[in-house]
Structure formats: structure tokens, C-alpha cells
């Protein structure tokens, strides 16, 4: 089998050379609501307004070309029928008139098939040529020539326009493609796919017709082709697209513990896209139930970060049931499930394949303060930016690491890079206040910066020395509280800060013996600003990163609003056709009551006729 789909300038077509429909099933296939496979599940087509509603969604009409081979004795049949929105409008129908024509083969020609009178045959036929691009008869037929014993042909015609008079299919970008204008369309995703081949099928699936429909299908039989526009679309499997793949079994269970059916399994195979080296945010599952997609690059989990960036996955799910529009999964506690086991699977994926493709930081921690195992997410070197090499990265892990090792020294555990850095600030603080104030460092940190304290004797001395420093750098200090000196040592202190030039203190100690812990504390000072700004650095990239995820959820909801809406118009075209043809069945089922009751009537009267006249002759 094949399917062929082509394009002109005003209509598409479809052709496939299945077995086509003889009049009776092509009269069932265009008519609403009617589907002979309602009571049979696992299967399509059991609403009977799939072909309805999807050609109409495309264009306002819409002709079916079908041959049938004979059965069971038939001779072989032909069929033209035509669902014709802008007919019925213009001809200000109320009813759903939908024109059928056939034909039979009696040995080498196509002879008429009447099922009623030749009137209303050539009714039809002229309905079918008047609205539709075949100006004859013969044009009409000649659309056959495409099909050889057997097969449908579907032509869909005055196609549907955007705001900006455009067609909403756009068949001028490529021309062996059909491809959609308008939200779905990324511009910059089509410039990514040509960078990232790998995964092109994740950023052009929206769009392109030609990349959806070779994914469509999980597997594909060597008998069955599809062909857009004149070329063949090939089909691919998104597991090629991966690299450090792992294949994880997945087996729903009941409520009771047990699973309801042995063959309820799902084999999930998980990796990484090829194109993850570059930190492209291409993430999700493809979902396909009896081998069709549903749910292409479903996206289960939504880090804060850069968590489960590049990681796809394929699963076939046969136990789940699909939504009749074969677009989505019916929302049961099945699916919940799923749902629930591949956000872990992707997690648990992430957490210990994060580092191969140069995210740094991925695995999860505890914190020691809490107890609590932080996400991958949380930890700031897991969250590079969209093209990061990722090469800088082990600077600032390397930076945390000095950290642990200094912890580990003075006997205490290792704490996150944010945390010891406000610890060891505070106590810096401390201690560069202990010194210029002659007190005793109070942290009671043992990996303090001054682990020397200075004695009581020489406080006063330290309090002199550093106060005359700051002096002279034209520095106002404020006289500290009584700490325990004498009342000889302060009339000494202040004898001394009388004295502008005197450069030592009562015990001779000069000022230059305390400048190398000046110094220290400069360069400490250096140090946290350099650290700083990394975590500055790090909070940037963070909140970039939360900007475009905003951004690409703002679009997405957009998106989601916009088929929301094409969704409540395509209903509401549903609920006029129906209530119409409700009405119309009202109308006609009082009709036949009315012509039913006069029956009666008129049947009463005659039989009371009779009885009279049979009266009047017993009396004669």
C-alpha cells in the first residue's frame, strides 16, 4: 500500500490504493456520525467524523474519487461524491446534501449505477460539476486514471486562509514538503535544525508535514509508502537520534499490587539526543500506542534549571487509551502512573549521565545543615548556559573543593559553596573587629581566620598601635568601651594619640609588626569580592535561563490557546451540523406521524363507508 499526497495552486490531494470503497461504504464514509466499527475497541474510526472533520479542517470542500473491485460475485465499482461546504452556504441549504454518483463495470467500459432515477443521478452529477474545479463528466473520470483496480482518491479544495489572506498551508518553503504557517512555525528552531541534524525532527514535528509523517509510525512494513509531493518520506526511528541509550522495562500495576495482564509492558528506551553536547533544551518521550504516535516529545518533567536537558525517549503503550482525535491519551489513572515512572526515569537518568555531556554538578547532595537531598538543579553548576562549552566549569568547582578541604582540616563537614562563603565573611568581620578593638575573637568556628587571641597585658598596647595608624590615614575611630585596662595604660594611649609623629607604642613594639595582618585582611577582602562576583556570574546565567523558559512558556500557552479555540469553533460547526440534521429528523419523523394519523384517519373512514353501504343494501 501507499499513500500519495500532492498539491496545486487552489487544492491537495491524497491518494491511497487500498481497497477502496464500493457506494455503500462511501455513502457510510461521507456521512456524519456513522461508524460501523462503534462496538469494536482498539481500532479508528469509531465515531464516525474523523475524514469529516479533518478535511473540512483544511479546506471548505472536499472529492472523493473510489474504486472497488467486485466481491462475492459484483462486478467492480466507482464511485464520486462531494462534501461541499461552500454549496451548501450558497445555496442557502438546511439539510446536508452531500452528492454521490456511480458507476459499474460491465466488461471493458463504466456503465451509469442508478439507485434511484436517472433524474436524480444527473442531479447529482451537475451539482458535482458546478461546484467543484472539473468543468465535465469526462474531467471527473479522468481523476480515476491515478488508480488502477483499487483505491481512493481525496481532493480538498478552496483552502483555508489566515488573517493576512495567506494560505495557512504553506506549499512555497519547500517544495517537497507541506508545511503549517502561523504559531507553530519557529524560524529560529528551522535555523537550529539545520545546525543540530540530530534533532531536527523535535524542532520541524509542528510545522512540516513531511517530518511529523515520518514519525509517525514506529514501524513501518517494507509494503507501505507514503509519498508528499512526489518524493517519498522516509521513515525514521528517533532511537538512531540517540547516543548512551538504556532501555528500562515498565509494567503498570494495579491497585492491588498485581497487574491485571502479563502483556501490559511498556519497553522504554531512554538516552541522550546527539546533539546534547551543546546544551540545546531538546527534551521528551514519544508515545505511540498499536504503533502510531500520540504523544510526540511528551515533556513530563520541568526543571527549574537546566535538569533533564537532552534527554528523549521512546516507549510503545498499548495498555493506555487513546483520545478519539488521536492526538492526546484518554486522562486515566494509567496514564497518571506513566506519567509519575517516566518523570523518575528521566531523573534518575539525568542525576547519573548529566556529567558525560558536560553539565557539571549534576548529581544530587545533602545538605548538612538540612538533611535534605537537593536536585540537580538546585546546585549552581548544573545550570550552564544555552552553548556553553561547559570548560569553565571545574574553576568553580574547584573553587568549592578548597573550601572542603580546609573543613576537613580543622575537623568540621563541608558546606555548600554559598553558605561557608557568608560564614567565613561573617567571621572575617569578627575577627578584623576583635583586632582594631583589642578583644577577644568570640566565633566559635575552629577554622577561624585568627586563631590567636592576644593577651590581656597587651590589648592596650594593639588598641594604641592600630588606632595611630588609622590616624594618620586620616581615619576616625571611635574610643572603644572599658575592656578591662588600666587607668595608666588609657592616660598612655591617649598621651600617645597627642603625639601626631610618634610611630611606636609604650613597649616599643613598632606599627609595621601589625601590617602583615593588615594585609591578610586585604587580601581576604579580594578574595570574597572574586567570589562574589562568581556567584553574581552564576545568578546571571540563572536568571537568563528562567527568562527563557518563561518566555518559551508564555509562547506555549499561547499556542495552547490558539488550538483551544480552533478546537471550540470546530465544535460548535459540529453542533450546528448536528442539531440541523436533528432537526431535520424531527421534522421528517412528524411528518410520517402526521401522514400516519391521516392514514388511520382515512382507513377509519372507509371502513365506516363500507359499513354503511353495506347497511344501505340489507335495507334494499
Known amino acids: 500500500n501507499f499513500i500519495y499526497l500532492f498539491m496545486l495552486v487552489f487544492l491537495t490531494y491524497c491518494l491511497d490504493n487500498g481497497g477502496g470503497m464500493d457506494p455503500d461504504k462511501m455513502r457510510q464514509c461521507m456521512s456524519l456520525g456513522y461508524s460501523a466499527k462503534s462496538q469494536v475497541a482498539n481500532t479508528i474510526g469509531q465515531y464516525g467524523n474523523g475524514f469529516k472533520t479533518s478535511t473540512m479542517r483544511l479546506g471548505a470542500d472536499v472529492l472523493v474519487f473510489s474504486r472497488s473491485r467486485g466481491k462475492e460475485g459484483k462486478r467492480p465499482t466507482q464511485s464520486i461524491g462531494m462534501l461541499s461546504y461552500t454549496f451548501l452556504r450558497s445555496t442557502?441549504?438546511?439539510?446536508?446534501?452531500?452528492?454521490?454518483?456511480?458507476?459499474?463495470?460491465?466488461?471493458?467500459?463504466?456503465?451509469?449505477?442508478?439507485?434511484?432515477?436517472?433524474?436524480?443521478?444527473?442531479?447529482?452529477?451537475?451539482?458535482?460539476?458546478?461546484?467543484?474545479?472539473?468543468?465535465?463528466?469526462?474531467?471527473?473520470?479522468?481523476?480515476?486514471?491515478?488508480?488502477?483496480?483499487?483505491?481512493?482518491?481525496?481532493?480538498?479544495?478552496?483552502?483555508?486562509?489566515?488573517?493576512?489572506?495567506?494560505?495557512?498551508?504553506?506549499?512555497?518553503?519547500?517544495?517537497?514538503?507541506?508545511?503549517?504557517?502561523?504559531?507553530?512555525?519557529?524560524?529560529?528552531?528551522?535555523?537550529?535544525?539545520?545546525?543540530?541534524?540530530?534533532?531536527?525532527?523535535?524542532?520541524?514535528?509542528?510545522?512540516?508535514?513531511?517530518?511529523?509523517?515520518?514519525?509517525?509510525?514506529?514501524?513501518?512494513?517494507?509494503?507501505?509508502?507514503?509519498?508528499?509531493?512526489?518524493?517519498?518520506?522516509?521513515?525514521?526511528?528517533?532511537?538512531?537520534?540517540?547516543?548512551?541509550?538504556?532501555?528500562?522495562?515498565?509494567?503498570?500495576?494495579?491497585?492491588?499490587?498485581?497487574?491485571?495482564?502479563?502483556?501490559?509492558?511498556?519497553?522504554?528506551?531512554?538516552?541522550?539526543?546527539?546533539?546534547?553536547?551543546?546544551?540545546?533544551?531538546?527534551?521528551?518521550?514519544?508515545?505511540?500506542?498499536?504503533?502510531?504516535?500520540?504523544?510526540?516529545?511528551?515533556?513530563?518533567?520541568?526543571?527549574?534549571?537546566?535538569?533533564?536537558?537532552?534527554?528523549?525517549?521512546?516507549?510503545?503503550?498499548?495498555?493506555?487509551?487513546?483520545?478519539?482525535?488521536?492526538?492526546?491519551?484518554?486522562?486515566?489513572?494509567?496514564l497518571a502512573r506513566l506519567e509519575a515512572r517516566l518523570i523518575q526515569m528521566q531523573k534518575d537518568y539525568w542525576s547519573g549521565n548529566a556529567h558525560r555531556i558536560g553539565y557539571v554538578g549534576a548529581r544530587s547532595f545533602r545538605s548538612p545543615e538540612t538533611g535534605r537531598e537537593n536536585s540537580p538543579e538546585g546546585s549552581p553548576g548544573a545550570q550552564p548556559s544555552p552553548g556553553h562549552s561547559g570548560k569553565d566549569y571545574p574553576k568553580q568547582r574547584n573553587a568549592g573543593k578548597s573550601y572542603s578541604a580546609s573543613s576537613k582540616k580543622s575537623g568540621k563537614t563541608s558546606t555548600p559553596f554559598s553558605c561557608q562563603q557568608a560564614e567565613k565573611s561573617a567571621r572575617t568581620k569578627r575577627s578584623a573587629g576583635s583586632i582594631l578593638h583589642g578583644l577577644p575573637d568570640t566565633s566559635d568556628d575552629s577554622d577561624s581566620e585568627f586563631v590567636n587571641t592576644p593577651s590581656l597585658s597587651s590589648k592596650s598596647h594593639i588598641l594604641n598601635a592600630h588606632r595611630k595608624y588609622f590616624q594618620n590615614e586620616n581615619t576616625s575611630l571611635a574610643t572603644p568601651a572599658s575592656n578591662g585596662t588600666t587607668e595608666k595604660e588609657r592616660s598612655i594611649t591617649k598621651s600617645q594619640l597627642a603625639e601626631p609623629n610618634a610611630r611606636s607604642n609604650v613597649d616599643g613594639h613598632s606599627i609595621d609588626d601589625h601590617e602583615p595582618v593588615i594585609k591578610q585582611l586585604r587580601d581576604e577582602n579580594a578574595s570574597l569580592k572574586e567570589r562574589l562576583l562568581i556567584v553574581e556570574e552564576a545568578t546571571s546565567q540563572e536568571l537568563v535561563m528562567e527568562r527563557d523558559k518563561v518566555k518559551s512558556l508564555t509562547e506555549r500557552l499561547e499556542d495552547l490557546q490558539r488550538q483551544l479555540d480552533t478546537a471550540n469553533k470546530e465544535q460548535e460547526a459540529l453542533i450546528d451540523i448536528f442539531s440541523e440534521e436533528r432537526s431535520r429528523r424531527d421534522e421528517e419523523e412528524e411528518n410520517l406521524r402526521q401522514k400516519l394519523k391521516e392514514a388511520s384517519n382515512t382507513i377509519q373512514e372507509l371502513l365506516l363507508e363500507k359499513s354503511n353501504a353495506g347497511r344501505k343494501g340489507q335495507k334494499v
Open 92 to 334: 442557502g441549504k438546511e439539510d446536508i446534501v452531500v452528492p454521490m454518483i456511480d458507476y459499474e463495470k460491465n466488461g471493458l467500459n463504466w456503465t451509469r449505477k442508478l439507485r434511484s432515477t436517472f433524474a436524480d443521478w444527473n442531479t447529482s452529477l451537475q451539482t458535482i460539476i458546478t461546484w467543484s474545479p472539473y468543468g465535465t463528466e469526462a474531467e471527473l473520470l479522468e481523476q480515476f486514471s491515478s488508480i488502477k483496480e483499487q483505491g481512493t482518491r481525496v481532493i480538498i479544495y478552496n483552502l483555508w486562509e489566515d488573517d493576512q489572506g495567506d494560505l495557512e498551508l504553506d506549499f512555497d518553503a519547500d517544495v517537497n514538503d507541506i508545511q503549517l504557517r502561523g504559531g507553530n512555525r519557529d524560524e529560529k528552531n528551522i535555523e537550529m535544525a539545520k545546525r543540530f541534524p540530530n534533532s531536527k525532527h523535535f524542532l520541524t514535528y509542528r510545522h512540516s508535514l513531511r517530518s511529523y509523517a515520518s514519525i509517525l509510525y514506529l514501524r513501518l512494513s517494507d509494503a507501505f509508502q507514503i509519498f508528499l509531493r512526489g518524493k517519498e518520506i522516509e521513515h525514521h526511528n528517533i532511537v538512531t537520534d540517540m547516543m548512551l541509550k538504556k532501555e528500562v522495562t515498565y509494567r503498570p500495576v494495579a491497585t492491588n499490587g498485581l497487574p491485571k495482564d502479563s502483556n501490559m509492558v511498556a519497553d522504554v528506551t531512554i538516552g541522550f539526543v546527539k546533539d546534547a553536547k551543546f546544551h540545546i533544551d531538546v527534551q521528551g518521550f514519544n508515545v505511540y500506542h498499536r504503533n502510531r504516535l500520540i504523544k510526540p516529545f511528551w515533556r513530563v518533567w520541568t526543571a527549574a534549571g537546566s535538569g533533564g536537558r537532552g534527554v528523549i525517549g521512546v516507549l510503545e503503550a498499548n495498555f493506555i487509551e487513546p483520545a478519539h482525535d488521536k492526538q492526546d491519551f484518554e486522562r486515566t489513572t494509567l
